[in-house]
């Protein structure tokens, strides 16, 4: 029978990638500890945001000021109502309600404050709030922008009574335009989508890349399986397709996840008018296809260096750390990002799923580089895990 | 049918382990060949250079008339191979298990199904076969292993202490499949460090000892050479003197 019958590559390297999938489907602990993060974790830190912003949104909208000696500025009250501020009478204790997080800011018109006004002082009220506390930020500066409204008003008033032009008390004239697209709005929720999106394609194809390698190892199957007909390039070629698909579908599962999350949950509205359609669905995986395939590669690679499982996953942390910690470099320094970026692996993704999700258009070119680096790099660690497994040193250290 | 010629391998950052030095023997066809030696007498080693794994620094070996150098990959197809290292795949049934290795051997499918079933069945694997292989005992991994490295029907077979882990019965079924795969005519190279083992089954014997063939021929043969009553005899005789089983 030999010489009969010999299989194609091609052949063969379905077959390797078949029986790893098939045997990555059986192992149920690891599919569960991969895919059940993907599907839940991801909508559930969505919806923990939305309600978070939806809260700091409904406070600004709504603003409540307890206050004190309401009744001695009048003409402050009536402007503050006009401004859609409900006005209540403040508890006594209202210090230690503020300190407890229950208030976030009260007002005190002090006792002399018509008296001064009467006689030409500048009247004094009083902001009390601890600044410390992060969900009063938007009520503080809601209010302390009224009063200086106010005051600029009053300040005009009286000018205009005494026959002054009010640019007279007022000569700098400060107008804010925010440039930002009410897309660009809920960018920082953004950022975790994108993060999200490429921590998926990280950590999808971790356990079954080392297990195809270093697990293959420990298990004493792969001298038999090198001593078969398969080239160690069919057989490197095999199992990084099985680990690829699998890391593509978990990435699909995360992303999807989301989709349905954002368009079918009952989401608080925040009034930031939310794109992740399919549209952006469809871009996400595009952008993420050079790591889908560059990162299996790499944990092929890790797998195979290792001589146990265990020294396999410390390695492969280390990759996953450093891929984790790359996108929070580039959000905290809040700079646009240079054009060359797309040619960085991990950054370039990362960069334009920025782009994706604030409505930008993506130039085809930034495209092509953002594929260009990892798809080589992924050839060239395939090709390494295929010289290591063609060595003799392979079979040592068993 | 197995050739070596004055085949030498070493190990190590300057060859200092030499691991197997000048060995030569032939294993014929229709004929088991025992390999009989100590622990670490350079076994393994023998046997990964003629399953293609590791490369002589010297001499030639051939199987079939194939070049294990130059022609690694039909030698591959050429041979079955029950390594040191046999380990499966635990998630997989003993049917997934050698059907794997039936198609990287490109047997097409139906000829594959008849294999698995006639294996399975003459390894008395019935009742297993659809069974994961996870939590089988020694004597059962070790029957799927060898239906495994038989799949595609190789004209030579070499196996590594098959009988390792084995109790009793499972030796007694072992050999009884191996005489019947040298009824068929094929080249056996069967390597044990248990004299008894290789007296029970083999035509014809290579005693090696640190890294050298010490003595090769029949059980009778080697009796005779050693001037000895006994095969166990002559194997400790053969081997004792010089660097043997001190090495």
């Known amino acids: 029978m030999p010489g009969q019958s010999v299989a194609s590559p091609q052949e063969r390297v379905l077959a390797v990638a078949r029986k790893e999938l098939l045997d990555t489907l059986r192992d149920r602990r690891t599919l569960l500890v991969t895919l059940l993060p993907a599907l839940i974790a991801g909508p559930l830190v969505l919806l923990l945001m939305f309600s978070v912003i939806a809260s700091q949104l409904d406070k600004v909208r709504e603003l409540k000021l307890p206050t004190i000696g309401k009744e001695r500025a009048p003409a402050l009250v009536a402007f503050l109502e006009r401004q859609q501020v409900t006005l209540t009478i403040a508890p006594s204790d209202f210090e230690t309600k503020i300190r407890a997080g229950e208030m976030d800011v009260v007002l005190v018109i002090e006792e002399k404050f018509e008296a001064d006004v009467a006689e030409g002082r500048a009247g004094t009220v009083q902001l009390i709030y601890d600044r410390s506390r992060d969900r009063a930020q938007s009520a503080i500066r809601e209010t302390e922008a009224l009063l200086r409204a106010y005051n600029r008003q009053w300040g005009s008033q009286r000018l205009l009574l005494r026959g002054m032009a009010p640019t007279v008390g007022n000569p700098l004239n400060v107008e804010s335009i925010d440039l930002a697209t009410p897309q660009q709005s809920g960018a920082f929720l953004l950022f975790f989508l994108a993060y999200y999106g490429l921590f998926a394609a990280v950590m999808g194809g971790m356990a079954i890349a080392l297990d195809v390698t270093a697990g293959e190892r420990e298990r004493q199957s792969l001298e038999p399986l090198l001593m078969t007909p398969a080239r160690p390039l069919e057989l490197v070629t095999g199992k990084w397709m099985a680990v690829a698909a699998f890391n593509a579908v978990v990435v699909i599962i995360t992303l999807t996840g989301y989709y349905l999350t954002l368009r079918f949950a009952p989401l608080p509205a925040v009034g930031v008018p939310f794109l992740f359609s399919a549209r952006e669905l469809a871009w996400f995986l595009v952008v993420l296809v050079p790591l889908i395939a560059l990162l299996p590669a790499v944990m092929l690679f890790m797998g195979t260096r290792s001589r146990t499982f265990k020294e396999a996953q410390a390695s492969v942390s280390l990759v996953i750390f450093a891929v984790s910690i790359i996108p929070v470099v580039q959000l905290v320094q809040q700079k646009k990002d240079p054009d060359w970026i797309a040619w960085i692996p991990v950054s370039g993704q990362f960069s334009l799923l920025g782009q994706v999700l604030r409505g930008e258009g993506i130039p085809l070119a930034h495209l092509a580089a953002s594929f260009a680096v990892p798809l080589a790099l992924t050839v060239g660690v395939l090709l390494l895990v295929t010289r290591m497994l063609s060595r003799e040193s392979i079979l040592a250290g068993k | ?247």
């Open chain 2, 1 to 247: 049918m197995i050739r070596l010629e004055s085949v030498s391998k070493s190990f190590g950052k300057h060859g200092e382990i030499r691991a197997v030095r000048d060995v030569s023997f032939t294993a014929p066809d229709g004929q088991i060949t025992g390999l009989l030696g100590p622990n670490g007498a350079g076994k393994t080693t023998l046997l990964r250079m003629l399953g293609t794994l590791i490369v002589p620094d010297r001499g030639v070996a051939s199987i079939g008339g194939l070049d294990v150098v130059r022609d690694l990959f039909a030698v591959r197809e050429h041979i079955g191979v029950l390594s040191d290292a046999r380990g499966l795949y635990p998630r997989l049934t003993t049917r997934e298990n050698i059907r794997y290795y039936g198609t990287l051997h490109g047997l097409p499918d139906a000829l594959l199904d008849a294999r698995i079933e006639t294996l399975i069945h003459t390894l008395g694997l019935d009742a297993l076969a659809d069974r994961r292989t996870q939590g089988f005992s020694q004597g059962e991994k070790m029957k799927v292993a060898i239906a495994r490295a038989l799949v595609h029907d190789p004209a030579t077979i070499l196996l590594d202490e098959p009988t390792n882990g084995l109790d009793i019965m499972s030796v007694r079924a072992l050999r009884d499949q191996l005489r019947q795969l040298r009824g068929a005519g094929k080249c056996l190279l069967f390597s044990s460090h248990v004299m008894q083992e290789v007296a029970a089954l083999c035509d014809r014997i290579v005693i090696v000892g640190a890294g050298h063939v010490v003595a090769q021929g029949t059980a009778a043969e080697l009796i005779a050479q050693a001037g000895a009553t006994t095969l166990e005899d002559a194997f400790v005789s053969l081997l004792g003197t010089g660097e043997g089983l001190a090495a």
